[in-house]
């Protein structure tokens, strides 16, 4: 049996999700923060929680720092870092969650998101 980490999330983390996906669901369905908090985030955390030490390192000589890039079953594609603190637990602090073309460097404003129907779950 793997060891579990705890996991929470960071202020920061929240602000960047209600940024990216808002707090209401789109006209046309569009994923809210709530809604991935609900749906994709479970598994990322459970993924940081068993497999801290397999995720890549982002920062070079900083161990402590991991990230994955996934697809999740609402958002197409989601970046998420955490840090391991020194208590044992893994505080995500970044999220990248995108509704965006992979050519769009940047966000997708809430107003047009475009649905993505749920895809596989991580």
């Known amino acids: 049996m793997t ?8 202020d920061r983390f929240l602000e960047l999700l209600d940024q990216q996906l808002g707090e209401h669901r789109g006209p046309n369905g569009e994923p809210s923060a709530t809604d991935f908090l609900l749906v994709d985030l479970p598994p990322i955390a459970d993924l940081f ?5 397999q995720l890549m390192t982002p920062i070079p000589d900083r161990p402590d ?3 994955a890039l ?6 197409p594609r989601v970046l998420v870092t955490g840090v391991l ?3 044992g637990t893994v505080k995500l602090t970044q999220t990248g969650p995108s509704n965006s073309s992979a050519s769009d460097s940047t966000s997708t404003p809430t107003n047009s998101r475009k649905h993505v ?3 596989a779950p991580i």
């Open 49 to 53: 929680a068993t497999g801290f030490e």
């Open 70 to 75: 996934l697809v999740g079953t609402l958002v």
């Open 3 to 10: 060891d579990r980490r705890p996991v929470k999330v960071d």
């Open 65 to 67: 720092y991991r990230a």
């Open 85 to 87: 603190d020194t208590d």
């Open 117 to 119: 129907p749920p895809t």
